[in-house]
């Protein structure tokens, strides 16, 4: 089969997968399985979060296969829905190295109560540093650990996307917690 009836072919299962053709999906996605969890493969060390990806960026196109114009190569449109999932993920799991965020979420998360009763120089710290929070900081720091709201509703009421609230509040913590190295630190 010569490469301008493969296209042609793809184009077809594309038109009808738009139109809700779940078997023409099913092959748009054993033509291009291999490749996407090859590519995620090269990516990632495990190989089991690379078929998951794979498998989550499959799951994407078919919501979104109407929304696929057909400006470009297919494999291009895939690829950048598996490369924002492979993003999020190396995100969400690398090591963050910013020493003490992970023991300024939970001092963070301490109620009043723990705070007004502890001595503790870090307690200390953090209670200085959180008074030279000002708004809008200062509430979104609010919504989080003292109210619970979960970041998708605080994206939400600020009209951002998640990640951007996600990173909002990273640099919120990595703020405070160079705030309180600075107040520990001779």
Known sequence: MSEKSSIADEQLLIRRSQSGDLDAFGELVRIHQVWLRGWLRGQLTDWTVADD???ETFV???KKIKQYRGDGRIESWLRSIAHNYLRNY???HRAVSVGGVDELQHLIVCDEGELADSSSA???ALRDCLANVRNPAKRLLEERYQHGKSVRE???DEDIGYSAMTMKLH???KSLATCIENKLTP
Do not use: D, G, N, P
């Open 53 to 55: 990806l794979a498998q």
């Open 60 to 62: 994407t196109a078919l």
């Open 90 to 92: 190396i995100r969400k």
């Open 122 to 124: 870090s307690l200390e």
């Open 154 to 156: 605080m994206a939400i």
């Open 171 to 173: 640099r919120l913590r």
